[in-house]
């Protein structure tokens, strides 16, 4: 699968004041569950360049190719995470929201067929935030295999911020 981090709209500084810091965003992106071809079966993770010049409306346009199978797809609890963060000179990466794309959202795409995808940032308590993040979501060629069970699946994935991935219900922005 390919997936286009395209922007991000109504971004908001995480403080105010004379020590405020300019944002400068990227994102990180995680499939769940993870390939089971990988060998140590851990989540991989692709992340963006960080966005000096866009503040609250970033745009990168990064293209990542996020290796799936046909297990991916009939696995209910299946998606891709976002996170969002800004970078500072001095404290490091700093979490500024994230959502979730669920498999259902990403459907039986053909192959090749690309799909525009936005989604409502959520704050770390998982509240809503005005920012939005615009993705592209193509298939490429990919893999048959059995479905394995959840067992199998990497315990460190399953959950986002301590927030279990069953509590959520999707639309084409997260609530």
Avoid at 42 to 59: F, I, L, S
């Amino acid at each position: 699968m390919e997936i286009t981090v395209i922007s991000a709209q109504g971004l908001k500084k995480t403080s105010s004041g004379p020590f405020s810091h300019r944002l400068r965003p990227f994102i990180t992106i995680t499939a769940y569950p993870p390939n089971p071809h990988n060998s140590n079966e851990k989540c991989q993770m692709y992340r963006t360049r960080v966005d000096d010049q866009g503040g609250e409306n970033p745009t990168w346009g990064d293209k990542f190719h996020v290796p799936i199978d046909t297990a991916f797809f009939q696995n209910r609890y299946s998606c891709i995470y976002v996170h969002l963060y800004t970078k500072r000179p001095i404290t490091g990466q700093v979490q500024l929201g994230w959502c979730q794309v669920p498999v259902t959202d990403i459907g039986f795409l053909s192959e090749g067929s690309l799909k525009y995808l936005s989604y409502r940032i959520l704050a770390r308590d998982g509240t809503r935030t005005p920012g939005v993040v615009n993705l592209a979501i193509r298939l490429t060629s990919f893999q048959q295999v059995a479905v394995l069970p959840d067992s199998r699946a990497s315990a460190e994935c399953k959950t986002v911020i301590g927030i279990p991935v069953t509590m959520f219900s999707h639309t084409s922005i997260c609530q």
